[in-house]
């Protein structure tokens, strides 16, 4: 008999009856409202210190921007502080059952994206966490990150409160919603823009619908075109990435003649290796490219630090590009609670977590390993690098729009969930009631004050000199 990766349970084929009762059953041991504590532990693991733990295998001299990107404000430092939440949830109440996590599903790893159809889609985009795991930590991390913003943008408790609830009750339904169907129906579940448009519609004022139609030709402006135009000029008559350091250094600035030339080869075959893992016609397809250049990028807030290059492609001539980006892959945050990763490297981690997780995934993703500048070899996972994407501006959200958002991200999560675990029992250990909903209200505002005090003791660290902070 066979064991789930994610439940753990032999996987004997239950009744619905015999996995709704294991979802209820869970009650008892973890009452929905006990899901509102969060206490922190006396000897809870000092936050700067998982940081700086975090750091130490990164690049030194990108660490400050790092610690200043996380300084600016307390949702930029819980962009980056998924390890301290991780931390934190091991002591939460958890009910049993497991999923595929993403590990870091904060509001703004949500957001449109393109599907190889070439339709827009809204989804989940950030899989460096992921790993199986509670799904309750999933849906904590996303509540408490609302808060955050709210705050910032000056929302009331009630207001906060509103957007909360509205979320996880979009969780809570969906996932009763996916439990009534059969598995193909929940895999071939995704959520577009035009079902978006109908789902949403009449929620939304002239205003909204017209900020969603600016937000849908932004996201189709933000191809790989765009990015190509931003991100490269022609020198001597060929197309070169363009310098800005210390955030994009072409390799070429990096290392001098000799080892460049050894890390370029290295790259190179990256790229050769890692084709023959993809679909055939996409592998036919990356190969009608040749590689043009090579930079190192810094990418995000929590991902600043770790070894990302782009990868210029050219294929019929200098003005038609393909952009990929190699970004390293470590530890998932949730390991050291959760256990270790059965995938040989944590590219393929990455990549196997990602195409469960998401409805549609990038044609070109894939994985790899690279033998760095330091002569160390680093597991990579490779995508295009950007793709049809719009992205949500939190600081721009009234409640009603955040409250909207909150629904959205809410669905996607739960049909993520629904793919890898049981979603029959988790179903049935939310219940039709607002009891859970109503505890992740209380915890995310619980959770909210505990960045905020984490935040600073960031900025008490860069005072005293303990950490070092540059601001780009």
């Not at 996932?175 to 193909?184: I, K, Q, T, V």
């Not at 090579?294 to 290059?309: D, E, H, L, Q």
């Amino acid at each position: 008999m066979t064991k789930n990766h994610l439940s753990g349970d032999e996987t004997r084929h239950l009744t619905p009856q015999e996995r709704a009762e294991r979802g209820r059953a869970a009650r008892s041991d973890a009452p929905r409202s006990s899901h509102a504590e969060f206490k922190p532990p006396p000897k809870r693991p000092d936050p700067v210190e998982i940081i700086e733990r975090q750091s130490a295998t990164r690049v030194p001299e990108l660490v400050p921007i790092r610690y200043g990107r996380m300084s600016e404000a307390p949702f930029r430092f819980y962009r980056g502080a998924a390890a301290i939440m991780a931390s934190d949830l091991a002591e939460t109440p958890r009910s049993g059952f497991k999923v595929q996590c993403c590990g870091d599903a904060h509001m703004l790893n949500f957001r449109l994206l393109a599907s190889p159809e070439r339709h827009l889609m809204f989804d989940i985009n950030d899989f460096d966490e992921t790993l199986p795991g509670p799904w309750e930590w999933d849906v904590k991390r996303l509540s408490a990150s609302f808060v955050i913003a709210g705050r910032a943008n000056g929302f009331s408790s009630k207001e906060r409160a509103s957007v909360v609830r509205a979320t996880v009750q979009s969780y809570r339904e969906r996932m009763r919603a996916f439990a009534g169907m059969g598995n193909l129906e929940v895999w071939y579940t995704r959520l577009d823009l035009d079902e978006l448009r109908q789902q949403f519609d009449p929620m939304l004022s002239a205003g909204l619908r017209e900020r969603l139609t600016r937000t849908e030709k932004r996201a189709r402006a933000h191809d790989t075109l765009q990015v190509f135009e931003k991100l490269t000029h022609v020198v001597d008559g060929r197309r070169r990435i363009a310098p800005d350091p210390p955030l994009l250094v072409r390799l070429q600035d990096l290392l001098p003649d000799r080892e460049r030339g050894d890390l370029e080869k290295e790259i190179s075959h990256l790229i050769e290796r890692y084709g023959q893992i993809l679909q055939t016609d996409r592998r036919f397809l990356l190969e009608q490219y040749r590689l043009a250049d090579i930079a190192r990028k810094v990418v995000g807030v929590g991902s600043v630090g770790t070894r990302c290059w782009i990868i210029l492609m050219l294929g019929k001539d200098d003005e038609d590009p393909l952009f990929l980006q190699a970004k390293e892959a470590d530890e998932s945050v949730l390991a050291p609670y959760v256990g270790r990763s059965t995938f040989r490297t944590q590219g393929e981690r990455v990549v196997a977590g990602q195409r469960l997780m998401q409805a549609t995934s990038d044609i070109f993703l894939g994985w790899e390993r690279l033998t760095g500048m330091d002569g160390k070899q680093r597991d990579f996972y490779i995508r295009q690098l950007r793709d049809w994407k719009g992205i949500a501006v939190a600081e721009d959200m009234s409640p009603k729009r955040m409250g909207l958002f909150g629904q959205l991200c809410g669905a996607t999560l739960a049909r993520a969930h629904a793919r890898s675990g049981d979603r029959i029992a988790i179903a049935a250990y939310l219940g039709g009631g607002d009891t859970f909903d109503r505890a992740l209200v209380t915890f995310a505002e619980l959770y909210a004050d505990q960045n905020e005090k984490d935040h600073q003791a960031l900025v008490d660290a860069i005072k005293t000199g303990r950490v070092q902070a540059e601001a780009a």
